[in-house]
């Protein structure tokens, strides 16, 4: 089967970034309502259950990245036989791992009390919450989840995408109108229950009618069941270092500062967190492809792949930085009312560096992930993760909060960064290129580090209310970090090839602006 690259992640992005700015907004308008219905604890308490979940999900131990992999070479080859056998393999995995995520998560129960420090709500039970929260998971295994991994490996994650959003307007709706009129946090959590469960059910049934050829039936020979079962270890210990590096802080920040100064800490990091959420829509759209790419292409075109993503991540993450930067403060001045649950301006730069670097480790990701290098970099996401958890513990007893935020920044740029390009450089690319690479993630930094210098000192020249200086804020972050990124950077090789990759993207509508804009050949 011939996989339209170009065209199914243009197709992904379109629907993907629909999608994202409803999650975007929704997560942001349920935050706000749970604030001001039932107060500052309740978000608290939702982002320590979600990084509790997060935990548990380790029992998935990477099967899903593993058997989409799988699928890249049956598909491209047309052997319906092979996919079919993977389907039904990848049901029995899920079976089992719902199985094990409610056996873990029982007995995780009586330790729930020890993840608080203090200030939970005398209206509700940890145990209930908890209970709730769990069961959401263990059904998301259960109905039909393993057809999803259908629409990943063809590049048809939009029509999921149309599905989430479809079930996600009317949970929203829904879950507004309970906690204005019964302001009943149970409620709340009993209708993410329900739309998980429509969701799965919806998406497994328009897979069954997109590919009817397709169902779980026959065996695999012995050697792909272990050659599967291989990268699931290897993933295994990539799963466990992402989910302790994206769950650690806020379970410390609960466990030793509180519920309270753990919300204030969410709001700021579930902004950072929305934002990555519309870059990886160009991750995920492109990941396939990428995948396909690496079977069927030279190393010389993949690696000319790398670098022009890479210029692409840098101006998009360039500009999300300054945006971050600039715009925090007052946003959230507006958004809470006053400057009481606001972080000072040090945490904004710690958020700000924090997401330049995991967008630009996010990058390399997506090619370890693509080429399915998860054997020799097995060690790498847990090495990074223990070393942000040990930090964690110690430098917020110091440093409160700031411990927290530098801790992770740390890990990822000293520990996990140089790691992943090693693994990149020795398994997939020349080596001799691996310096040079270097200096263009350096070059890009310190760009991007003069935009929001420029940016900020421009910002700071801005007198009157937050509304005033938010607005005012996002005039000059549109303007100037773009500004001086298409100066520096229009003179690069990658310039063109992303600008005639663009009018790929766009079907061809971008001549003009390609005409006009140039780029080096």
């Known amino acids: 089967m011939k996989v339209e690259r170009t065209k199914n992640a243009a197709r992904n992005m379109r629907a993907g970034f629909l999608l994202k700015i409803y999650q975007v907004l929704v997560p942001f308008v349920m935050r706000t309502v749970l604030l001001y219905t039932l107060g500052v604890e309740y978000l608290g308490l939702g982002s320590l259950f979600a990084s509790i979940i997060r935990v548990l999900n380790l029992a998935e131990l990477g099967v899903g990245s593993a058997m989409v992999y ?53 209206d509700v039970s940890i145990y209930v919450l908890y209970l709730l ?29 149309r599905i989430r959003f479809a079930v996600s307007v009317g949970q929203t709706v829904m879950q507004v109108v309970s906690l204005v009129i019964f302001r009943n946090y149970y409620v709340y959590l009993i209708l993410n229950i329900i739309a998980q469960v429509l969701i799965n059910i919806l998406t497994a049934y328009r897979t069954m009618k997109m590919y009817p050829v397709y169902a779980p039936r026959g065996q695999l020979s012995p050697d792909a069941v272990s050659a599967i079962n291989r990268r699931v270890r290897d993933l295994f210990t990539s799963k466990l270092g992402g989910v302790i590096l994206n769950s650690a802080d806020t379970i410390v920040v609960s466990a030793f500062l509180g519920l309270t100064t753990l919300a204030v800490y969410q709001n700021y990091y579930s902004i ?23 079977i069927v ?28 930067v600039c715009l925090f403060q007052p946003f959230m001045e507006i958004w809470t009312r006053g400057t009481k649950l606001m972080l000072e301006f040090p945490a904004v730069l ?62 990822t740029l000293f520990v996990g960064m140089p790691w992943l390009l090693h693994n990149l450089f020795t398994n997939l690319f020349d080596r001799k290129e691996l310096p040079g690479f270097i200096r263009t993630l350096l070059f890009y930094a310190g760009v991007t580090a003069l935009a929001c210098a420029a940016s900020v000192g421009l910002s700071a020249l801005v007198p009157g209310s937050a509304i005033v200086r938010f607005f005012a ?27 005639a990759l663009a009018d790929r993207l766009a079907g061809g509508r971008l001549g003009p602006v390609r005409k006009m804009l140039g780029g080096r050949k």
């Open 272 to 294: 950072v967190t929305a934002v990555i959420g519309f870059v990886a829509i160009i991750f995920g759209a492109c990941t396939a492809g990428i995948g396909n790419s690496l």
């Open 70 to 122: 799988s699928m890249y070479r049956p598909i491209a080859e047309d052997n319906e036989e092979e996919i079919c056998a993977l389907m039904r393999l990848y049901r029995t995995y899920y079976r089992v791992i719902g199985l094990a995520v409610l056996a873990i998560g029982l007995l995780c129960l009586p330790f729930l009390p020890r993840l608080i420090k203090d200030d939970v709500p005398a």
């Open 297 to 324: 292409e030279t190393r010389e075109k993949n690696f000319g792949d790398l670098k022009k993503f890479a210029l692409i991540i840098a101006w998009i993450a360039g500009f999300c930085t300054c945006a971050l």
């Open 133 to 161: 929260n769990l069961g959401a998971t263990v059904l998301s295994y259960w109905l039909f989840a393993y057809r999803n991994c259908l629409l990943d490996a063809h590049q048809r994650v939009d029509v999921s995408s």
């Open 350 to 411: 710690s958020f700000g560096l924090y997401f330049f670097i995991y967008e630009i480790n996010m990058l390399l990701n997506l090619f370890k992930d693509a080429a399915g290098i998860w054997h020799e970099d097995r060690f790498r996401p847990l090495v990074t993760a223990l070393t942000n958890l040990a930090l964690n513990l110690i430098l917020v007893n110091v440093i409160g909060i700031y411990g927290v935020l530098y801790s992770t920044v740390a890990a």
């Open 473 to 499: 804020g996002a005039a000059i972050v549109v303007v100037v970090p773009n500004a001086i990124f298409l100066l520096v950077y229009r003179g690069r090789a990658e310039f063109g090839e992303v600008l």
